[in-house]
């Protein structure tokens, strides 16, 4: 299963990648939210460390909307998803390949959100770099989970796009609240209180999410009732 969902991971990379577009246009609409929230600020006026880290994670999360929009996508213009179902490999191969295509384009997509938030938000990179990295995996790959369960939602249709943002957000606010309060620390210094509530928040969405999809993704993507 996971040498298929590699494969599958890795076709979806390289067509999104050599196409562009998908990636690009989550970039610019992250960007453009940070940018934005730039603008409200006087000049020579800080942003705090929790708004910012706010704003990073919105950015990284209408990202995530786009991203995974992409992926699940490329089946559906050519009928690919119905020889996916067809193949000897499990379907939760596809859930897997599909979190971890998700997974590099977001880390990609962070990787150019970060220098932005430092650089257009006022802020510095702490010495507590090391917990804003672990926490960043634990949250992305929550993000990731969800994303790639509730994507195949999008399949088929052009009007099933808006279901993945409209389910998506709700679930999504616990793990995101502990990103903000925990990224807060990446650029502050200070450890917030409550932080090993916040990170068993962290562990629990990515559980509860990761058993889920190896549970209910072949039902959402056959689209059996």
Same mark, same amino acid.
């Given at each position: ?5 590699? $494969? ?14 998908? %990636? ?6 992250? %960007? ?6 730039? %603008? ?32 699940? $996508? ?5 009928? &690919? ?18 979190? #971890?295509?998700?997974?590099? %384009?977001? #880390? ?17 990179? $702490? ?74 928040? &962290?562990?629990?969405?990515? &559980? ?13 993507? $056959?689209?059996?009732?």
């Amino acid at each position: 299963m996971l040498k298929a969902a590699v $494969s599958i991971a890795a076709k979806d990379l390289k067509l999104v990648l050599a196409r562009g577009t998908g %990636l690009i246009q989550a970039l610019l609409l992250g %960007l453009l939210l940070i940018f934005v929230f730039s %603008l409200s600020q006087q000049i020579g006026e800080k942003m705090s460390a929790q708004a910012a880290a706010a704003i990073f994670w919105l950015a990284s999360v209408f990202c995530q909307v786009l991203v995974f929009n992409t992926l699940f $996508s490329l089946e559906e213009q050519n009928g &690919a998803r119905f020889g996916l179902l067809l193949s000897p490999a499990p379907v939760q191969a596809v859930w897997i390949g599909k979190a #971890l295509g998700g997974f590099v %384009l977001l #880390l990609c997509a962070q990787a150019v959100f970060l220098p932005a938030t430092i650089v257009f938000l006022g802020q510095s990179v $702490s010495h507590l770099w090391h917990i804003g990295l672990a926490m960043l995996i634990a949250i992305d790959l929550g993000l990731i989970l969800l994303g790639a369960l509730l994507g195949a939602l999008s399949q088929g249709q052009a009007a099933k796009e808006s279901l993945l943002s409209i389910i998506l957000f709700p679930l999504l606010i616990p793990i995101l609240l502990a990103g903000v309060r925990i990224g807060s620390a990446t650029f502050s210094g200070i450890i917030p209180e409550g932080f090993g509530d916040w990170l068993g928040i &962290a562990c629990a969405f990515d &559980a509860l999410f990761g058993a889920a999809g190896l549970l209910l993704f072949g039902f959402i993507y $056959s689209g059996e009732e």
